[in-house]
């Protein structure tokens, strides 16, 4: 028998948890939840709070253990689901993420939460179309809810639809004028369950931005293979920038030496061409 009156249940370590979350306090918020994973570490939502906090502070990996957890006891916990769905994104495991969102809009096909998510999980792992058309079935299911044309934006920002983003955000703004049309305002006030995690708002790197704190770093420079990384990346560039310089301009030398500068030059522009697509966009 527990003598102490002042121990709290993993519900009320949850709902400070879930507030010190909200407040962007996520380090105290983590505390709570591990609070909460002391008392009952199979309690799925402490497991899917916590997964939501390790996202929320980097660790993809740590939160697909969580969410893990929190599925293995409760196998439709939205925030669990919704949660491994941009953790596997992360980790750039492309096929089960876009597995997880189609998983977890199978739940409530007419939930334009559901929508949301899915569009935002799948654009995050690179496929353009159905992310689209997820927010576009989104905003036809609630026109009224400013954050369904809000993901809409997000979505046509990634894609460089810019003509479109600009009219979503208008719309969003008509609709909730005294707030700011920003697309970390689909974030806003959705219950606990449906929220997404505060690891979504960033923007999702398409260029190298690696530091001593980033376990990643060393991928993100050298890569998976040759040429696949950004160090990879540059000696394709320079190679083709050397290499064109006596092709054009080199009227002094052997016509086969200029031939042969050109067809290096070109080759490694369509490389570096290829390659950097693939990078921005993997689809």
Known sequence: MDADPTRRTVAEYLKRADMLYDLGQVADARAEVDAALRVDPLDPDANAMAAACALADHDPDEALTYAGAALAHEPGHPRAMITRGYALADTGRRDEALQAAASMLELDRQSWQHHVHYALITRRAGAAQPALDAAWNAVNLAPSQPR?????????????????????????????????????????????????????????????????????????????????????????????????????????????????????????????????????NPE
Do not use: N
């Open 148 to 280: 369904t044309h809000l993901a809409l934006a997000a979505i046509a920002e990634s894609l460089d639809m810019d003509d479109l983003a600009k009219r979503s955000r208008q719309a969003a703004e008509d609709l909730e004028p005294d707030r700011l049309a920003g697309a970390e305002e689909i974030l806003q006030g959705f219950a606990p369950g449906d929220r997404l995690p505060p690891e979504a708002r960033r923007t999702p790197r398409r260029w190298v931005d690696a530091d001593a704190a980033d376990p990643a770093w060393r991928s993100k420079i050298y890569g998976t293979g040759l040429f696949r990384g950004a160090l990879g990346r540059s000696v394709l560039l320079g190679i083709a920038v050397v290499f064109a310089v006596p092709a054009l301009l080199g009227s002094e030398i052997d016509p086969g030496a200029r031939l042969f500068f050109a067809v290096v030059a070109v080759a490694a522009w369509v490389g570096w061409f290829t390659v950097l697509r693939r990078h921005r």
